[in-house]
């Protein structure tokens, strides 16, 4: 766990006292007596400074220099008389006790918590990352929420890390949403940042106001936001706090969309709120992870509740009804063309009873075509016997076009969808969702084509990378 | 053709003339009459502007606007009598056949032109984009390159779309590289942008310098440039012809690395030469898709041959002969990890003899574990079957990690391994390199993770998405 690891200096030192990470030790500083337990250095901590867990539940960081001593402590129990830092800490944590209260005159909202880093800590003894089961503890870290929002119910349908995660899932959020958006200001969806933007999309086709059809144009009357954290909630660079505080002044605003709100930048300076259908997880652990694509973010949004709408394309809030509609076919699949790729891996997809596939191609929406292993048959085959075959770009960025290119006018005359700039996830989140819907190829085409929840934006703009 | 359509304006005056794309007409304005065959609008250009072909070869836009007059030219054939422009333009062409008889005294660089829009140009008649067959032709479009390089020979092993390139066609480049690197001061390849990166990737495992083990860290004596173009030599808004300036400049530099020259922003002011292992297409149109991955670029270059060193892991230039090493296993595949995915895929490749496959993870490098379609036996049964499974994430940008969060671990005791900060692109080729040369699965695993050439870095750095 070479990324876990302290200073040659403190190992020595830790060597020669003979302590391991977990166990209960003194650190003395400038007469300071801090007695806790060892944790391993934190995945983005300094090497030279020692992590202790204090009896109070929270983490130090003490950095080793001259005159710093380490020794085991002389119990393995908390001691009785406090050092004055923790009681210190005592008072800070009473203080947080008493903003649970929430203050009644706040908008309700609701909370629903899946899991995910935004609900986990690190374990003391192995360094890995845990799920927390109760999903108050990170409302209880945060007091500043009292002053936005009354969370009137916090609803725990699973824990469950992102991965993990599939239609199934997508299908008990969109219903609890459904159910709680009716009956309160807004929803807030604590969610693991993996598939983040898949279940983002999810909702996006299948929450609809109750006047609204499935196969066109719909959207929701109040906002529907969806938080994750990058980095877990006992950790100094946590993400959650800010993460949570935005996403709280989101909820009771007048943004009624579907959307993740995370870190905008390195920074704890600002969030931003992110169409569900147009936004992808960028990085594998930065704060700002999340970017809009082919798109701008609908709104940014600062810590201290000020809002900026940066995306005209949003919905005004209104009280009407919002359904979910579940049905879904989740017989599809994502596939990615590149050199040497495997063609017959649509057969073997259709054979399994496939019904849809989303081809991740190249550039422009290209597939080898005059190749060896030429994509040509097993497309031509699929389309035939009526399965669905998009086109998405794997450079994410930009969009894809049946005309340019003479492979391009190929690929189009076998059957393929060319799918504008939509995303590959969110193609095939669509696709499953249509394709519960009808079993008809040309009103699977036509709807896939359709701007249905800002999908397919009618010029890309936006960010790029720098 | 939406894309590829003129202003309402233009189109009724078309229509009233009874004047068809790809006829000959004259436009008349300010008195200038100029004929040729009208084009279609260019995907980029201004929808009021028509577009014709003069006999010289050239095209023009015509702002359409009040006084000017479109009919059919009166003879289908070119006129004898040339307009003032035509012999303005003759006369720039002249000089331009001039420069086509190299300096002597410039330093001797190879170009292997393969393909590519670099090498296309648009079909008057459907709007298309089709192969001009002449590697040559854009040369004589760039005068410039007159002053920096002498092109002592133009290699053509083949002209293809880079989708349809695979495996023989890197070894095809990569012996001819070798060739001509160990006579000459550099090599150009052109080359479709598609898949440019896949092969950039390839060379750098397949060139070395005949001292380096095929397993250890290795390198060239000599630049290595790919480029290629985003909109085709005949386009107002090519980017051919600096990007080709940019790469001669390099080619004679000092700077012995394998790498991709194109745009470094979406104006004509400079390159980026980017290492061939950590690049990617991140864009399906714009000039600038190419970006740096987890790195810096190693240099910025300008159209005046100033180069701006970004990165200082580069080599210098020696006179140590290169070889290429073609050994390289085709059984290799990538496959992509997300909600829903199909595990039985594996197995699937596994039945049709694939040795190795590297699974494009979520975030830190997951798949789903505790899921209804878990991936875990297929793993297992995969590594135990002496097949390599590699882990890269599809957030592109970031550093997988085998530690973290439970699902990880279990990922990795499984036998999977988790490929630091290797784009899914370059592990894919890195693996059918290593498996060309060894099948025993410890030796790929420890080569796998041994940094052969630049594509694993210590510290992930660089731009991201702003």
Redesign the interface.
């Known amino acids: 766990?070479q990324?876990?690891e302290y200073s040659k200096e403190i190992k020595k030192e830790l060597l020669k006292e003979g302590i391991k990470i977990g166990e209960r030790i003194r650190v003395i500083k400038n007469k300071i007596i801090l007695e806790g337990i060892l944790l391993p250095k934190g995945?983005f901590g300094d090497k030279n400074s020692i992590v202790l867990k204090l009896d109070s539940g929270y983490n130090i960081g003490i950095k080793y220099e001259n005159g710093v001593k380490i020794e085991k402590a002389k119990t393995s129990e908390p001691k009785k008389i406090k050092t004055e830092t923790e009681i210190e800490l005592g008072k800070i944590k009473e203080k947080f006790l008493e903003s649970l209260k929430w203050d009644e005159t706040k908008p309700k909202i609701s909370l629903i918590a899946t899991g995910g880093t935004i609900a986990s800590r690190v374990d003391y003894k192995t360094?890995?990352?845990?799920m927390i089961m109760k999903p108050e503890e990170f409302l209880y870290n945060i007091p500043e929420l009292r002053n936005i929002i009354k969370i009137q119910r916090i609803i725990n349908p699973f824990n469950?890390?992102?991965?993990?995660?599939?239609?199934?899932d997508?299908k008990i959020i969109a219903k609890n949403v459904a159910n709680e958006l009716n009956k309160s200001e807004g929803v807030i969806i604590t969610h693991g940042?993996?598939?983040l933007h898949?279940t983002s999309a999810a909702l996006s086709f299948m929450l609809r106001k109750k006047s609204e059809n499935w196969d066109e144009k719909h959207s929701v009357s109040k906002p529907v936001v969806l938080v994750g954290a990058q980095r877990s909630s006992d950790r100094g660079s946590s993400d959650t706090a800010m993460n949570l505080i935005c996403s709280s002044y989101l909820a009771i605003s007048d943004i009624a969309n579907i959307g993740i709100c995370m870190h905008g930048s390195e920074s704890d300076d600002f969030c931003y709120f992110i169409r569900g259908t147009k936004v992808r997880?960028?990085?594998?652990?930065?704060r700002?992870?999340f970017?809009p694509i082919n798109e701008f973010p609908i709104a940014k949004i600062w810590n201290n509740g000020k809002i900026e709408i940066l995306n005209k394309n949003i919905n005004k809030r209104t009280n009407e009804k919002v359904i979910a509609d579940l049905k879904f076919n989740?017989k599809?699949?994502?596939?990615?063309?590149?050199?040497?790729?495997?063609p017959?891996?649509i057969k073997?997809?259709i054979k399994?009873d496939?019904q849809g596939i989303i081809i991740?191609?190249?550039?422009?929406?290209?597939?080898?075509?005059?190749?060896?292993?030429s994509w040509t048959n097993e497309i031509k085959n699929a389309c035939e016997s009526g399965v669905f075959i998009g086109i998405t770009?794997q450079?994410?960025?930009?969009?894809?076009?049946k005309?340019?290119?003479?492979?391009l006018?190929i690929l189009s005359k076998l059957g393929a969808v060319h799918l504008e700039d939509m995303l590959t996830?969110v193609a095939?989140i669509k696709l499953?969702y249509i394709l519960g819907h009808t079993k008809k190829l040309e009103k699977i085409k036509s709807v896939m084509l359709t701007n249905i929840s800002n999908e397919i934006t009618e010029r890309s703009v936006g960010?790029?990378?720098?």
């Open positions: 766990m990324e876990l995945e360094g890995g990352v845990y469950k890390a992102s991965e993990d995660m599939d239609v199934n997508w940042t993996d598939t898949f997880k960028m990085h594998t652990s930065r700002d992870a970017k989740d599809i699949a994502i596939l990615k063309a590149y050199p040497g790729s495997e017959k891996l073997f997809l399994n496939y991740e191609g190249t550039g422009l929406g290209h597939v080898p075509i005059f190749a060896k292993k770009s450079t994410i960025f930009g969009r894809v076009n005309y340019v290119y003479r492979n006018r996830e095939y499953g960010g790029f990378i720098e």
